[in-house]
């Protein structure tokens, strides 16, 4: 059968986002969590939220008390608690802010993601979230060009991808996007992220279509999953 899946968040998810898994748990207490086994076993994958955020409307994440009750009840019932632990409103590129992200310590997977249609574009395109970060990060200026090297140095920089990574943790970077002429740009990140950082693969994924995972590069060799052209999901 399906492998069972827990996902949550300690920051915020867009309303859309509750089809993220086949059930949703809106928890605004512990009491709430006594739910979760149940739908968990009907369900196979429960997101797993607190209520809506005041003054915007977003799901809000999770206290620590919740997540290590997740944590307990993904261990018990041999399912994948995933958590997302930052946000980029959608949007392709970001460095942290002073206190993101919030990544629990038990984490024993950190997967920074990027997407790379940035790369070839402004600083100031639009697709850049919070870009006079990643200007102070890079020293450019907002409207300099984005290229392979400065995602590279985003993804792996400790003020960036790899900001407050659990000690032991592996870490795998996702590129997003990784379509068309982007794959070219895709590779060229992934081999360079492989050659100078403690990171243990790049995944290059094209998320909307029938096939996500296109390639997967580790430090012996790279794989391709798919070939050809792969239609996307309307």
């Known amino acids: 059968g399906e492998f069972p899946v827990i996902v949550s968040t300690t920051t915020h998810l867009a309303l859309s986002q509750r ?6 748990l809106v928890v605004s207490n512990l009491a709430d969590l ?26 809000s994440g999770v206290d620590g008390n919740v997540m290590k009750v997740l944590r307990r ?38 997967v920074p993601v990027a997407g790379l249609d ?25 409207g300099e060009t984005l290229l392979p090297s400065h995602v590279r140095r985003i993804l792996v920089d400790p003020a960036g991808g790899l900001k407050r990574t659990p000690p032991g943790s592996e870490v795998r970077v996702l590129l997003t996007k990784a379509e068309g002429d982007r794959l070219a740009s895709g590779r060229e990140v992934a081999a360079a ?12 994924g094209s998320l909307l279509s029938s096939q996500p995972a296109v390639e997967v ?18």
């Open 19 to 24: 089809t993220l898994a086949k059930a949703h």
């Open 34 to 59: 006594k739910a979760l086994p149940a739908l968990l076993a009907k369900h196979r994958s429960v997101l797993v939220t607190g209520p809506v955020a005041r003054g915007e409307p977003r799901w």
């Open 73 to 110: 009840v993904a261990s018990v019932k041999g399912a994948a608690l995933l958590i997302e632990a930052d946000g980029a409103r959608g949007l392709s590129l970001k460095v942290p802010g002073e206190r993101e992200p919030v990544i629990p310590r038990f984490a024993d997977m950190v």
């Open 118 to 142: 940035a790369i070839g574009v402004s600083l100031d395109s639009g697709l850049v979230h919070h870009p006079e970060r990643v200007a102070a990060l890079l020293w450019i200026g907002q």
């Open 193 to 204: 992220i492989l050659a100078s950082s403690p990171v243990q693969a790049v995944v290059l």
């Open 217 to 234: 590069h580790g430090r012996v060799a790279g794989a391709v999953l798919a070939a050809g052209g792969s239609s996307r999901l309307h």
